[in-house]
T-cell receptor, first 110, second 116 residues
């Protein structure tokens, strides 16, 4: 069974800092990896989708990389803002379903 | 912008009562998922539909949970009877049928269930 791990579980940074969130998965046979944002008590908002053949995707201040062979992905957030405070989840798609990590809770301090 | 709609947003129910959640996926999306997310954890799949057919319900507690997607459009998830351990966020997601690399999940706002 696919296992997805996210490190760290929680992160607190001052506004303006660049930061990296990590995601690892045990089975490299994936079709894509998706990063989501979840605000407290809300659903999941898709941030970036990286296909298995891609190395990275960028959207604004967000950059996600994928190293399928080593089972790792990183989400880089540049110039963090208080509005970035949320839980960030990664999910891998195996062709059958999406497997999620437990998330990284990010707090950006003004 | 098209969204996955879920209702209700919040539900409080007494244990042993029945409860139902509704989901309307993005129009044209063939695949529909129900996930359960316990506080502090990642979502876990309960059931997956392809059109009106169940593709995977191996994680669905079938003694108390049921799900249907009549006509392959909207879907209902039911719990009867509810137990205290069912308190969680229930998330519905849909994805279009397409190339696997492009398969992207779109989630609704979820239903927060509290069983008392």
């Amino acid at each position: 069974k696919q296992e997805v791990t996210q490190i760290p579980a929680a992160l607190s940074v001052p506004e303006g800092e660049n930061l990296v969130l990590n995601c690892s998965f045990t089975d490299s046979a994936i079709y894509n990896l998706q990063w989501f944002r979840q605000d407290p008590g809300k659903g999941l908002t898709s941030l970036l989708l990286i296909q298995s053949s891609q190395r990275e995707q960028t959207s604004g201040r967000l950059n996600a990389s994928l190293d399928k062979s080593s089972g790792r992905s990183t989400l880089y957030i540049a110039a963090s803002q208080p509005g970035d405070s949320a839980t960030y989840l990664c999910a891998v798609f195996t062709g059958n379903q999406f497997y999620f990590g437990t998330g990284t809770s990010l707090t950006v301090i003004p | 912008e098209a969204e996955v709609a879920q209702s209700p947003r919040y539900k409080i129910t007494e244990k042993s009562q029945a409860v139902a959640f509704w989901c309307d996926p993005i129009s044209g999306h063939a695949t529909l998922y129900w996930y359960r997310q316990i506080l502090g954890q990642g979502p876990e799949l309960l059931v997956q539909f392809q059109d009106e057919s169940v593709v995977d319900d191996s994680q669905l507690p079938k003694d108390r949970f049921s799900a249907e997607r009549l006509k392959g459009v909207d879907s209902t998830l039911k719990i009867q009877p509810a137990e205290l351990g069912d308190s969680a966020m229930y998330l519905c997601a849909s994805s279009p049928q397409g190339g696997w690399g492009n398969t992207e999940a779109f989630f609704g706002q979820g239903t927060r269930l509290t069983v008392v």
